[in-house]
């Protein structure tokens, strides 16, 4: 069973310039979740996508923004980028469980994007 | 905002010793709690889980929940140097909600 697969793994932009990242989860899952990783602020969470609409979202400008396509692929969207927004992009899936979703998420590898 | 808090460490213990993992969170309606280990340059991976107040053993690894002192903590026993890594903290609501991570505790195990 394939894992959960971003494109692309790294990528190097300009300030002001904008990104978009994309995320294919394992087969089955409907949820994915978006992360931003850096060394000072751990894991912070950007949004939630479930059958093709936001369930939860973090504490992000609007500059990011998110959307699930029908096959339950996500892209997300930074635009009008800062030096910032430097960081590792993790998406992650889980499965629906019960009435709500497992606490499980498998991640992928990352889209590693730099702002210059 | 609902927290959730770890010593970012780094926690170092030598080969063959227990590793205690400590974690606090702030929303006393938060139902499941997980383990989550991250390798220098990998991406996290769920370890351990638990719901219940109590102690949970997998393996090496204990998970114990105090919900009414609202920590969670991760034991490592017998440590190995391969168990060196970053343990992230994940809690959640039930139903859809979100899962809230702490910031992390590095552990080093030293041979």
């Known amino acids: 069973k394939a894992g959960v697969t971003q494109t692309p793994r790294y990528l190097i932009k300009t300030r002001g310039q904008q990104v978009t990242l994309s995320c294919s989860p394992i087969?089955?899952?409907?949820?994915v979740s978006w992360y931003q990783q850096t060394p000072g602020q751990g894991l912070q969470f950007l949004f939630e996508?479930?059958?093709?609409?936001?369930?939860n979202k973090g504490n992000f400008p609007g500059r990011f923004s998110g959307r699930q396509f029908s096959n339950s692929r996500s892209e997300m969207n930074v635009s009008t980028l800062e030096l910032g927004d430097s960081a590792l992009y993790l998406c992650?899936?889980?499965?629906?469980?019960?009435?709500?979703?497992?606490?499980?998420?498998?991640f992928g590898e990352g889209s590693r994007l730099t702002v210059l | 905002q609902k927290e959730v808090e770890q010593n970012s460490g780094p926690l170092s213990v030598p080969e063959g010793a227990i590793a205690s993992l400590n974690c606090t969170y702030s929303?006393?309606?938060?139902?499941?709690f997980f383990w989550y280990r991250q390798y220098s340059g990998k991406s996290p991976e769920l370890i351990m889980f638990?719901?219940?107040?109590g102690d949970k053993e997998d393996g090496r690894f204990t998970a114990q929940l105090n919900k009414a002192s609202q920590y969670v903590s991760l034991l490592i026993r017998d440590s190995q140097p391969s168990d060196s890594a970053t343990y992230l903290c994940?809690?959640?609501?039930?139903?859809?909600?979100?899962?809230?991570f702490g910031t992390g505790t590095r552990l080093l195990v030293s041979p």
């Open positions: 996508y479930f059958s093709e609409t936001q369930r």
């Open positions: 929303d006393r309606g938060s139902q499941s």
């Open positions: 994940a809690v959640k609501d039930g139903g859809f909600q979100k899962l809230v």
């Open positions: 087969s089955g899952h409907r949820s």
């Open positions: 638990i719901y219940s107040n």
């Open positions: 992650a899936s889980r499965r629906t469980q019960g009435q709500g979703l497992s606490g499980e998420l498998f």
